[in-house]
């Protein structure tokens, strides 16, 4: 299904500029929009990318700028593939594939520049742990980005439990949410970007 109609490499939501677009070019955009909004990213940066699915985004971030990306995903299906695709695309250098959890990153203390996470978070049962981890493995000055499904700061309860079902998940965090724990972890808040709307028009497509 993935391979069919995400392209094979993706498995997130993406930016849309018109209703029939298709989602690989979706998802795209949406990774260099991430990355074009670091600050810092060139060819000695170290980047982890947490709940990395394919490594669709890691091969564009290592192919385009040079870096060394590290993928650390749970699905040992999905590592297999990813493996494979850095092989066939002569990236297997710059981006490695680890299996292992967020909530036990298992890397030391400051060894990345660059902690990024699509659609991920959200899976886990302890976000606040997840965040104490990317502290934890960030250096100083370091850049945290990442995107979520979140359910809006006056969502009435019950509302969204559907979808808190199909996805397998008890709650969503909202922006509020994620913006005071950044706090306090210590983060600096430099950019939120609302792309809510993009994510009906994903499912239309899906």
Same mark, same amino acid.
């Given at each position: 299904?993935?391979? *069919?109609?995400?392209?094979?490499?993706?498995?997130?939501?993406?930016?849309?500029?018109? $209703? #029939?677009? $298709?989602?690989?070019?979706? =998802?795209? +955009?949406?990774?260099?929009?991430?990355?074009?909004?670091?600050?810092?990213?060139?060819?000695?940066?170290?980047?982890?990318?947490?709940?990395?699915?394919?490594?669709?985004?890691?091969?564009? !971030?290592?192919?385009?700028?040079?870096?060394?990306?590290?993928?650390?995903?749970?699905?040992? !299906?999905?590592?297999?593939? #990813? *493996?494979?695709? #850095?092989?066939? %695309?002569? !990236?297997?250098?710059?981006? /490695?594939?680890?299996?292992?959890? =967020?909530?036990?990153?298992?890397?030391?203390?400051?060894?990345?520049?660059?902690?990024?996470?699509?659609?991920?978070? !959200?899976?886990? &049962?302890? +976000?606040?742990?997840?965040?104490?981890?990317? /502290?934890?493995?960030? /250096?100083?000055?370091?850049?945290?980005?990442?995107?979520?499904?979140?359910?809006?700061?006056?969502? $009435?309860?019950?509302?969204?439990?559907?979808?808190?079902?199909?996805?397998?998940?008890?709650?969503?965090?909202?922006?509020? =949410?994620?913006?005071?724990?950044? %706090?306090?972890?210590? =983060?600096?808040?430099?950019?939120?970007?609302?792309? &809510? /709307?993009?994510?009906?028009?994903?499912? +239309?497509?899906?």
């Amino acid at each position: 299904m993935y391979a *069919t109609i995400w392209g094979g490499e993706y498995i997130h939501y993406g930016i849309y500029t018109r $209703p #029939n677009e $298709p989602i690989h070019d979706a =998802f795209l +955009r949406i990774v260099e929009t991430i990355a074009q909004t670091l600050e810092k990213i060139d060819r000695n940066s170290q980047v982890i990318d947490l709940g990395s699915g394919y490594g669709g985004a890691a091969r564009y !971030l290592a192919k385009t700028y040079g870096c060394s990306v590290c993928c650390l995903n749970l699905s040992q !299906l999905q590592n297999q593939r #990813n *493996t494979q695709l #850095n092989q066939e %695309k002569n !990236l297997y250098h710059l981006v /490695k594939v680890t299996q292992g959890s =967020f909530e036990n990153i298992p890397y030391s203390d400051n060894s990345f520049d660059i902690v990024w996470s699509q659609d991920s978070i !959200l899976h886990s &049962s302890d +976000r606040h742990l997840v965040f104490q981890e990317i /502290k934890r493995i960030l /250096k100083l000055g370091g850049e945290l980005i990442f995107t979520d499904p979140m359910e809006s700061d006056n969502c $009435p309860p019950g509302v969204l439990q559907p979808a808190f079902d199909r996805l397998g998940i008890s709650d969503m965090g909202s922006y509020r =949410f994620y913006s005071q724990m950044a %706090k306090e972890f210590g =983060f600096e808040e430099i950019h939120f970007i609302d792309l &809510s /709307k993009n994510v009906p028009t994903h499912y +239309r497509r899906f």
